[in-house]
């Protein structure tokens, strides 16, 4: 039985609609005016009301507002003479379903709250419909999370396995490369051939030297540090991790070139570890010409440095190492910043690149990469040239990252 709350000032008519409408089937409630229509509807809840808009003290319109207030789904009728039609139109204004005028004919009553009455049922269904909806997506969203956490954890662990097989295998390679050392030694020794001796002990140094770096690069990668930042000369950092590298270089014939740009000014960085990144960066350039299989190149490593001004976050300085040798594969760039990765065999674990990516975003840069395969690759490295540090993530970071990287391309 449908619950209809009645609310008019005349008692005649009053009575004569709670006994016209008891008849139809309703559970009326009734009120006399506006105030106690009110506290009727909010003890009661009727989704029906039908209320006259002229009545003293509240009026129709405002028990329709207060009405509407407290439950938007309630579906009030209004009750007009035909002089008020701009009342009617006002409450139909303010979410009124319908509007009766004077005298009331049954059947157009009965129509009305037949209309108001699906609507009440419709807007049940729908409700209960969205909430059965957000269960469901409650409990999908719920089994989303632990299949993403259990994924996560799988990762987790295949990449420890997978960092720990790479290690062991970087550090059995050292291994040999110790024994190799120490078994030469001690044959120079027993045969007094300093020669073999010295050639022992060089071998040995290198290796040494190799546990060192290995140490140090999971140190750095592996805690979280800040920069130990003071105003350097990047393009005298830039020149200091050439010249270290030029003499490998030459070994295996690759050139080795500078652009450096006059204008770049003294720059807050760490210098350690901006000579860290730059010397990875030219030793992999450096690699990938020796591992190039085009012997015909005239293989070059180029390094350049350029200071920009951006309106947003001032001037940025960047720095560029270009290679003409292998290139990189699209498959092997899709991982390259992601996991211990390396393409030259025996040669460590892939995990240089990694901390200089570190370094870089410790610094509030980013590092970008172009790469054809045959014909070579860009790395660039994009800093602020002063502090603060800011750490560049987001879509607005995102999208200036890819227009200075778009920049880079067209110099090349």
């Not at 449908?2 to 009734?30: F, H, P, Q, W």
């Not at 009120?31 to 808009?53: C, M, S, W, Y």
């Not at 319908?98 to 009440?120: C, G, H, N, Q, W």
């Not at 010295?198 to 290198?206: K, L, Y």
């Amino acid at each position: 039985m449908a619950k209809l709350l009645v609310i008019d000032d005349e008692r005649a008519i009053l009575d004569m609609l709670a006994l016209s409408l008891s008849r139809e089937g309703y559970e009326v409630l009734t009120a006399e005016n506006g105030e106690i229509g009110l506290e009727i509807f909010e003890q009661h809840r009727p989704k029906l009301v039908l209320t006259d808009i002229k009545m003293p003290g509240i009026d129709g319109i405002e028990v329709l507002k207060r009405i509407k207030a407290i439950d938007e789904e309630a579906e009030v009728i209004v009750i007009t003479g035909h002089g008020d039609m701009g009342m009617a139109v006002a409450a139909i204004q303010h979410q009124a379903s319908d509007f009766i005028t004077k005298p009331i004919r049954d059947e157009v009553l009965m129509d009305s709250l037949e209309r108001a009455k699906k609507r009440v049922s419709m807007s049940e269904q729908l409700k209960t419909y969205t909430e059965s909806l957000e269960r469901t997506l409650g409990a999908r969203k719920l089994e989303l999370m632990q299949a993403q956490e259990e994924l996560i954890e799988t990762e987790r662990r295949a990449s420890i396995g997978e960092t720990v097989g790479a290690l062991a295998h970087c550090v059995k390679n050292i291994l040999t490369g110790l024994g190799g050392g120490m078994y030469m030694v001690q044959v120079g020794m027993a045969r007094k051939n300093p020669g073999t001796l010295e050639d022992g002990w060089a071998m040995f140094q290198r290796n040494m030297e190799r546990v060192s770096d290995l140490i140090l690069d999971l140190l750095r990668y592996s805690t979280e540090g800040t920069p130990e930042r003071r105003q350097c000369k990047p393009n005298t950092i830039v020149s200091e991790a050439v010249e270290l590298s030029r003499k490998r270089a030459e070994e295996y014939h690759v050139k080795l070139r500078t652009v450096l740009d006059p204008a770049v000014k003294e720059a807050s960085l760490d210098p350690d570890g901006i000579h860290k990144v730059v010397s990875t960066l030219i030793s992999n350039a450096v690699d990938a010409c020796i591992y190039d299989t085009a012997v015909s190149k005239d293989w070059e490593v180029t390094v350049k440095t350029k200071m920009e001004c951006d309106a947003d976050s001032g001037e940025a300085l960047f720095l560029e190492v270009t290679d003409n040798g292998c290139g990189i594969a699209d498959e092997v760039r899709a991982q390259l910043f992601h996991r211990f990765l390396t393409t030259k065999p025996g040669l460590g674990i892939g995990l240089d690149l990694l901390v200089a990516q570190k370094i870089v975003r410790e610094h509030g840069g980013e590092m970008f990469l172009e790469s054809k395969v045959g014909h070579g690759t860009t790395f660039a490295v994009r800093l602020d040239r002063q502090g603060p540090e800011k750490q560049i993530h987001g879509s607005s970071s995102e999208q200036k990252n890819a227009g200075q990287q778009a920049s880079f391309r067209k110099e090349e």
